[in-house]
């Protein structure tokens, strides 16, 4: 199964692999990889995926620049630079287009993978395509291909590899909804070089408030499905998942297997997750985890702790640090040996960003700019569509400074960049009756 992606997103253990691959959710966030694993165990609320593409605070949208991942020696002491996600690209509705991601070598930066999305008119993502570098050009991987139903709800999901030559089929998801637009089933199947097999089943209930009450894990065996697995979800009055039992089925009957309970403070923030396991024919604790959150109930730490039969001893500690807006600057985490005294490992992850007005305070875009060359060096065009001049064009900085502004009353303006320094810039175009914007690198 392949481990890296540089989209990730946490999803609901139950969802099943399928070959020798499983397919990501396609609304994927550039994240450290290291810490997929280790937040992927604090799911909030198991069986909804979570979206964050951007962050918001108020009228703000956080756009990450670049994100460094460091790792921890066993010491304890000594953090190296591991990798990094940079040449992050977005385009106007803030959609994540492009991310390039690298690796330290010791002595430079060397390329290692990068990701590129598209979207519709409603901000789906439509495909998200993985190349890998060989050294010299960027070679593909893989590619998912995503539709949409009328409520934009993710109706199918298709996996495939590239061969050399062409795309190659190798997985798919498909998903139905009822009228609430509520996940109730989604089907797995693998490709056998001609044809779709079926590989895994998942069917959902939900209550009258839209909570996922259950979920039936089923395989495919011998043409028919097999029961495999059953989660059962409880909620308080405030919709606060409280515990979620989960089931094995053996051969005529459900066994229980494993149970959280989780609780929770005043502001409806889960402070605190109990694991048991059942074993004899009752309910053994073997870990937990405690949250913290700040004065805007923000996460800031979570700690996970292993019972030893006496008392509890540290495993993994993650710890969340936030700027005066509260989006996220960094991500600190170790884990310890099994006795909780000795410190095995850890990652570290900064992140780097801008942020940019929230599109409620942006006018409603009734036209497309397109800017050319690009990238560029000298001379830069660029076209709108008929009645968005006259108009005034802005040239803007990553981290929003406005370096240039002039006017055009053409639909193609030519306009000479060479006093720019090299890097990547915003543009804006703002006329009486819209903003449109686009991007562009000065080499």
Not at 109 to 120: C, F, G, K, L, P
Not at 233 to 241: P, R
Request: proline share 2%.
């Amino acid at each position: 199964m392949k481990k890296f992606y540089i989209f990730v997103v946490a999803v609901f253990a139950s969802t099943a692999a399928m070959g020798q691959h499983s397919i990501p959710s396609l609304s994927k966030i550039a994240i450290a990889p290291g810490f997929q694993a280790a937040w992927s165990g604090h799911d909030m609320n198991p069986g909804k995926t979570l979206k964050p593409q951007t962050q918001k605070s108020q009228d703000l949208i956080q756009l990450f620049d670049s994100i460094y991942q460091w790792q921890w020696d066993t010491t304890g002491t000594v953090w190296s630079i591991k990798g990094k996600t940079s040449g992050y690209f977005y385009d106007a509705n803030h959609n994540l287009t492009n991310v390039l991601s690298q690796i330290w070598n010791g002595s430079q930066w060397v390329n290692s993978r990068q990701t590129m999305a598209t979207y519709d008119a409603a901000n789906n993502q439509t495909s998200w395509l993985s190349q890998t570098w060989n050294g010299s050009v960027w070679v593909n991987i893989e590619q998912i291909l995503s539709t949409y139903d009328a409520s934009n709800n993710l109706t199918l999901e298709l996996g495939q590899d590239w061969n050399g030559s062409v795309w190659v089929n190798y997985a798919q998801n498909i998903n139905t909804f009822d009228a609430n637009n509520n996940c109730t089933g989604q089907v797995s199947q693998k490709w056998d070089g001609s044809t779709w097999v079926n590989t895994g089943h998942g069917v959902s209930s939900y209550d009258v408030h839209n909570n996922r009450i259950s979920y039936l894990n089923q395989k495919w065996d011998a043409g028919a499905w097999v029961n495999s697995s059953l989660c059962n979800y409880t909620y308080d009055a405030g919709n606060n998942l409280i515990s979620y039992l989960v089931e094995k089925w053996t051969v005529d009957a459900w066994v229980n297997s494993s149970l959280t309970t989780c609780s929770y403070n005043v502001n409806n923030n889960q402070t605190g997750s109990l694991y048991q396991r059942w074993i004899g024919g009752a309910w053994v604790t073997y870990g937990q985890s405690t949250y913290t959150y700040n004065v805007n109930n923000t996460l800031t730490k979570v700690l996970d702790q292993a019972w030893n039969g006496s008392a509890w001893v540290n495993s993994g500690l993650l710890v969340f640090t936030y700027d005066a807006n509260n989006f996220r600057q960094s991500l600190t985490g170790k884990y310890w040996d099994s006795a909780g005294v000795k410190i095995m490992g850890g990652d570290s992850t900064f992140y780097y960003y801008h942020t940019v007005l929230g599109i409620n305070d942006r006018m409603v875009q009734t036209g497309s700019l397109t800017v050319y060359p690009n990238p560029a060096s000298d001379y830069i065009t660029f076209e709108t569509t008929a009645g968005q001049t006259p108009g005034s064009v802005s040239i803007i900085t990553l981290n929003g400074r406005q370096l240039l502004t002039f006017q055009i009353t053409q639909t193609k303006t030519q306009y000479n960049i060479s006093s720019l320094p090299v890097g990547v810039y915003f543009v804006r175009l703002k006329s009486d009756k819209a903003v449109l914007t686009g991007k562009f690198i000065k080499q």
